[in-house]
């Protein structure tokens, strides 16, 4: 199993933008489908995106299709999330999550079998 660390996190300004990145441990990167959640104070954690083993497919929540743009690199073991146009609804803990099994892209937390610690990102009006 991948162990994954998050990074990237911090505090912008409504309009502005965020880059962030998970790093994952283990040879077998490239065999997990990963994914993006999201859990803002007194929420359920949600779905954001997900990026497929080769990378070459996504799928994106409503909410953030068309400003977030999630990629891989499977020769550095990466997986990122582009954040644009932020706005104080995005504020929440960003979780980065692996998924090894399905041949799908998975919206739902329980599909995922790794997770990482979480990184804030708080966006201010």
């Known amino acids: 199993q991948v162990q994954l660390v998050e990074s990237g996190g911090g505090l912008v300004q409504a309009g502005g933008s965020l880059r962030l990145s998970c790093a994952a441990s283990g040879r077998t990167f490239s065999s997990y489908n990963m994914g993006w959640f999201r859990q803002a104070p007194g929420k359920e954690r949600e779905f954001v995106a997900a990026v497929s083993r080769s990378g070459y497919i996504t799928n994106y929540a409503y909410s953030v299709e068309g400003r977030f743009t999630i990629s891989r690199d499977n020769a550095k073991n990466r997986v990122y999330l582009q954040m644009n146009s932020l706005n104080p609804e995005d504020t929440a803990v960003y979780y980065c999550?692996?998924?090894?099994?399905?041949?799908?892209?998975?919206?739902?937390?329980?599909?995922?079998?790794?997770w990482g610690q979480g990184t804030q990102v708080t966006v201010s009006s």
């Open positions: 999550a692996g998924d090894p099994r399905s041949s799908g892209l998975q919206v739902t937390s329980d599909s995922y079998d790794a």
